[in-house]
């Protein structure tokens, strides 16, 4: 299979054709991986493009952090409109119980479409189909997470220490520019991130 070049134009392409049609639109497979390693390869310009001291550096980094922002801008749109498509598709094959072709989804939404239809399905059978038969629902309900205990931990308060530009992190989000001695509170995966490559310090008691 050839290596799928991932640009900006054929991202907005990929995007416009999932907002106009009605079907979840095919994509490569390895699409996940072709985003990542795009966005790797933009970084790493930016971060080139900091270090320099040219009159036209500043010209080219803002316009480098622009082209990353729209491109996630276009990554969470994406994201959003097949998964609004795999809930429906999902809310479809529940209620008709027939088969139905899943071949346009990429893996990791194959398994969010089977885990929402099992679900979906175990409502059903568990409420509805109970109650016209004159029985009071039945389910078999998890725990729901301590959430707060969760959100404890989501995070870690840092010190930086080397002034750092503006990046996006493995979360596909935009983080910084910091600066030296500036303290932030942000996600303990980009926190631990800084703090093993010695650009910032824990300061979390």
Do not use: H, W
């Amino acid at each position: 299979m050839p290596e799928v070049i991932i640009t900006y134009e054929n991202l907005y392409e990929i995007l416009r054709r999932e907002k106009y049609r009605t079907e979840l639109q095919k994509i490569d497979e390895t699409f996940y991986q072709d985003v990542i390693k795009y966005l790797q390869e933009k970084t790493a310009i930016l971060e080139s493009q900091s270090r320099k001291e040219s009159i036209f550096a500043s010209t080219e980094v803002e316009k480098t952090q622009t082209q990353l922002k729209n491109v996630l801008k276009i990554l969470k749109e994406l994201y959003e409109k097949r998964e609004n498509k795999i809930i429906q598709f999902a809310l479809f094959c529940s209620r008709s119980n027939n088969a139905q072709d899943t071949s346009t989804m990429l893996p990791e939404e194959f398994d969010l479409y089977s885990q929402l239809k099992e679900t979906l399905d175990n409502y059903r059978l568990g409420i509805l189909n109970n109650i016209l038969q004159n029985k009071l629902p039945s389910l078999s309900l998890s725990n729901p997470k301590d959430l707060k205990g969760e959100e404890k931990t989501d995070s870690l308060s840092i010190q930086v220490l080397k002034d750092i530009p503006e990046f996006v992190g493995p979360d596909l989000s935009v983080y910084g520019p910091f600066k030296v001695g500036e303290k932030q509170q942000i996600p303990t995966m980009i926190a631990q991130m800084l703090i093993d490559t010695e650009q910032a310090k824990n300061e979390t008691s």
